[in-house]
């Protein structure tokens, strides 16, 4: 069964447009939230988190929107670029002391010069 | 950012050995988690590890199957016993950012591949 879900293993978007990537989570009890960038042969790095307290946050080219309501978060990234090729990963802590994440699958980004 | 080191990067293994995977961090830190990436699927905790006390694992993973060491504060070794090709993955370990434990900062990764 899972918990955080990412429908679209791959996705590929012009340079310098918008890349959105989705997440849907079927926990109501998760009330963090985070995005992992993945390059080949590297560990996850962390890339942008959100609360359940809050409905958008935004850093950089980067902005995540939550809608509780729907249990569905998105990544926005923008203007995209080809370094943002990679595979990310949506993930939500389960516990008060947000150190058990689960993680859904990724999406592979392919970010076209 | 801790800087987190992993050995082997990658190994090739038969059926019924074990194989131990070495953490190594630049840094002191409470907690160190064990990550498993199974082919096309997410990240799946296996358990977290503790200095001084016996790590704790999440549904689905045993001690025996992966026995973990925490022997001081900037390193951790988790052994996968009496391998089958299903354990072919890529095992991560991890550590939390100081002082936001929301937010982790993950090895390179141990790519194995189990014949």
């Known amino acids: 069964d899972q918990q955080v879900k990412q429908n679209s293993p791959s996705l590929s978007v012009q340079e310098g447009r918008i890349s959105i990537l989705n997440c849907d989570y079927t926990?109501?009890?998760?009330?963090?939230f985070l995005w992992y960038k993945k390059y080949p042969a590297e560990g996850p790095t962390f890339l942008i988190s959100?609360?359940?307290?809050?409905d958008k946050n935004e850093d950089g080219r980067f902005t995540v929107f939550l809608n509780k309501s729907a249990k569905h978060l998105s990544l926005h990234i923008v203007p995209s670029q080809p370094g943002d090729s990679a595979v990310y990963f949506c993930?939500?802590?389960?516990?008060?002391?947000?150190?058990?994440?689960?993680f859904g699958p990724g999406t592979r980004l392919s970010v076209l010069p | 950012s801790a800087v987190i080191s992993q050995k082997p990067s990658r190994d090739i293994c038969q059926r019924g050995t074990s194989l131990t995977i070495q953490c190594q961090v630049d840094?002191?830190?409470?907690?160190m988690f064990w990550y498993r990436q199974q082919p096309g699927q997410s990240l799946t905790l296996i358990a977290t590890?503790?200095?001084?006390?016996?790590?704790?694992?999440e549904s689905g993973f045993v001690i025996d199957k992966f026995p973990i060491s925490r022997p001081n504060l900037t390193f951790s070794t988790l052994t996968v016993s009496n391998m089958s090709p299903e354990d072919s993955s890529i095992y991560l370990c991890?550590?939390?950012?100081?002082?936001?434990?929301?937010?982790?900062?993950f090895g390179p990764g141990t790519r194995l591949t189990v014949t």
């Open positions: 840094s002191q830190v409470t907690m």
């Open positions: 959100i609360s359940s307290i809050k």
């Open positions: 991890s550590v939390e950012r100081p002082g936001v434990s929301y937010e982790q900062y």
């Open positions: 590890a503790n200095q001084g006390s016996e790590a704790t694992y």
């Open positions: 993930a939500a802590s389960r516990d008060n002391y947000g150190q058990n994440f689960v």
């Open positions: 926990n109501s009890m998760f009330d963090y």
